[in-house]
C-alpha cells in the first residue's frame, strides 16, 4: 500500500515531534512509545483524507 502524500503542515508536525524525541534521547529517554504513536497517528490521518477523495 503506497504511503499517502503529506501536507507541509503534516511534515511540520513530524519534524517538530521528532525534534522533542531528540531532546528526550539526549535526556538519556530511549523508550519513547508515545512518539512513535503521535506520528502514527498524523499519518493514519492522511490515510483517511487522501481514501476520502477517491
Do not use: C, F, S, Y
Request: glycine letters at 6%; hydrophobic letters at 35%; a positive charge.
Amino acid at each position: 500500500m503506497r504511503e499517502p502524500r503529506l501536507t507541509a503542515w503534516e511534515k511540520l508536525r513530524i519534524v517538530a515531534i521528532e525534534a522533542q524525541g531528540v531532546k528526550r534521547a539526549a535526556a538519556g529517554i530511549e523508550h519513547q512509545p508515545d512518539i512513535d504513536r503521535r506520528i502514527n497517528r498524523i499519518r493514519e490521518q492522511a490515510r483517511k483524507r487522501a481514501n476520502g477523495k477517491q
